[in-house]
């Protein structure tokens, strides 16, 4: 079936700094989502991209579509402390059998 | 409104207990999920109901039945579960299944004893 690998697995975020995650597919995407999930909650919708090439923002945050449509970057400018949390990619399209399939998850941390 | 509402919030049940964990959203949505998450994984899907019908089950075993009342509620009963089964539980939807955004409610922490 599809995989979907999301890097770094984890990164370390000191206020003020702009971080970026990326996800990629081992087939073509029709659509990407991109979540943030703080501890205990529910994944929360950041951004839904749909169209190869586009660019996506919401607030601080930026993501775009692949040209390839087999990637997706996420963009995260001027970080601050409740940006802590993982942020995983999914893929809620028919190629992957209508079943919402996440990455693993970027988990973001505080550098200490 | 994107809410998706789960109760309860958090969960004791012993093995050979029986409970309901719900799920209700006012969308208009008529594709409900339900996902199980262990720490630190991302959420696993275990069923998908497209249009109150059961279109997809992940292989689950039988001690978790799911059951969709109408378009807008989304149950998963819970019998005779292990201690491994202890896990967040969340219920999701969309518009439809396919190229659309699903929408999360907050889980349910279940704890097996």
């Known amino acids: 079936g599809q995989q979907l690998n999301q890097s770094p697995q984890s990164m370390f975020i000191q206020e003020g700094e702009d971080v970026s995650m990326n996800c990629t597919s081992s087939s073509i995407f029709n659509t990407w989502l991109w979540y943030k999930q703080d501890p205990g909650e529910g994944p929360v919708l950041l951004i839904a991209?749909?169209?190869?090439?586009e660019l996506t923002s919401n607030g601080r945050l930026t993501a775009q579509f692949g040209i390839t449509r087999k990637d997706s970057f996420l963009n995260i400018s001027a970080s601050i402390p409740s940006d802590v949390g993982i942020y995983f990619c999914a893929d809620p399209s028919k190629a992957a059998g209508n079943k919402l399939t996440f990455g693993g998850g970027t988990r973001v941390l505080v550098k200490p | 409104d994107t809410e998706v509402t789960q109760t309860p919030k958090h969960l004791v049940m012993g093995m050979t207990n029986k409970k309901s964990l719900k799920c209700e959203q006012h969308m208009g949505h008529r594709a409900m999920y339900w996902y199980k998450q262990k720490a630190k994984k991302p959420p696993e899907l275990m069923f998908v109901?497209?249009?109150?019908?059961?279109?997809i089950n992940e292989s689950v075993p039988s001690r978790f039945s799911p059951e969709c009342p109408n378009s807008s509620l989304l149950n998963l009963h819970l019998h005779a579960l292990q201690p491994e089964d202890s896990a967040l539980y969340l219920c999701?939807?969309?518009?439809?299944?396919?190229?659309?955004?699903?929408?999360f409610g907050q889980g349910t922490r279940l704890t097996v004893v």
């Open positions: 109901y497209s249009y109150e019908k059961l279109s």
């Open positions: 999701a939807s969309s518009q439809a299944t396919g190229n659309t955004e699903a929408f």
């Open positions: 991209l749909y169209k190869a090439g």
